[in-house]
């Protein structure tokens, strides 16, 4: 079981950059293959990044690919996203899940960050 808080979105103009954090629960985090995920308006929820469990392996949406960088802080429970060249495109919610590949593994969502690039 985990609890999961996104934070750090915000307004931000095309090309700037943003960090997300995820803030999660306990143990499970810990050993646990981590990801994030968006959802724009009209359009389903997405994969962008995962990240392994020690880190050492990281995963991407080729939309992202050289613009985004997932990482993660055991010690702190958190893993985060560094985004940079943002792009009008990029707006939307992100959320951070357990993942397996690029699938969520629980239902276990937060309320999700609000992203927005201006153009």
């Known amino acids: 079981q985990v609890q999961l808080v996104e934070s750090g979105g915000g307004l931000v103009q095309a090309g700037g950059s943003l960090r997300l954090s995820c803030a999660a629960s306990g143990r499970t985090f810990s050993s646990s293959a981590m990801g994030w995920f968006r959802q724009a308006p009209g359009k389903e929820r997405e994969f962008v990044a995962a990240?392994?469990?020690?880190?050492?392996?990281?995963d991407y949406a080729d939309s992202v690919k050289g613009r985004f960088t997932i990482s993660r802080d055991n010690a702190k429970n958190t893993v985060y996203l560094r985004m940079t060249s943002l792009k009008p495109e990029d707006t939307a919610v992100y959320y951070c899940?357990?993942?397996?590949?690029?699938?969520?593994?629980?239902?276990?969502w937060g309320q999700g960050t609000q992203v927005t690039v201006s153009s």
């Open positions: 990240i392994s469990w020690t880190g050492g392996i990281t």
């Open positions: 899940n357990l993942i397996r590949g690029t699938k969520a593994t629980t239902d276990y």
